[in-house]
């Protein structure tokens, strides 16, 4: 391959599907912490040891998390099809990934930042609770600002579990880098285009894995 045809591979086909990539893997992440946060309160809050136990609302939340969690992500995709088009009007796209992406990994993220809370000193909420402070002060005060480390810790991993589902979400018309691999590199035997996208995710990954040891040790 010539270094025009090179170039021309690069910001025709290369340079806009990573574009999608990161949007996916950002949007899809933005998402997921969002929801994943607010699950993980609600878990943290009513299981047998929380501000508020109530285990029925625990048991159903958990038992809903765990079987989202079960499915297998290239399925899942295909069995929230038409949840995916009464949201973004489409099954197909980047904008249409971001449904199943978002839905596979806001458990992953509850279970994380569900953990996290769980390790907070019980000695320190008990001391703020003498103090007289409320479940929300404990909760956004107290547990949350505790976890930090632990919580961007976990969510590094979920970024990274979230890239790599855009590569299979690639290959069933989402776009991305996993598009670009399946359809530019596999399916016509161009094993420079194949192991070259390989090559640009272990990069990707790496990169974000040192972003997240490097904010889990300054907040440490």
Known sequence: MSHSELYQLF????????SKTMYMVVAATLLSSIIGTL?????????????????HIYQILTT????????PFIILIVAIIPVTRAIVGTSIGE???IVPLTLAGAPFIARIIEA???EVDKELIDAVKSFGASNFQIIFKVMLPEAIPSVISGITLAIISI????????????GGLGAVAITYGYAN???????????????FVQIIQSLGNFLYKVLK
């Open 163 to 174: 890239l790599g589902c855009t590569a299979m979400a690639g290959a069933v018309g989402a």
């Open 116 to 118: 996290s809370l769980r």
């Open 189 to 203: 035997f161009d094993n420079t285009i194949m192991y070259g996208t390989v090559f640009v995710l272990i990069i």
């Open 39 to 55: 699950l993980a309160i609600i878990l943290i809050v009513t299981y047998k040891e929380g501000l508020k136990p109530n285990k």
């Open 11 to 18: 910001s025709t086909i290369f340079i806009p599907e990573f």
């Open 95 to 97: 904008k249409a990934a």
């Open 64 to 71: 809903v998390i765990n079987v989202v969690r079960s499915f």
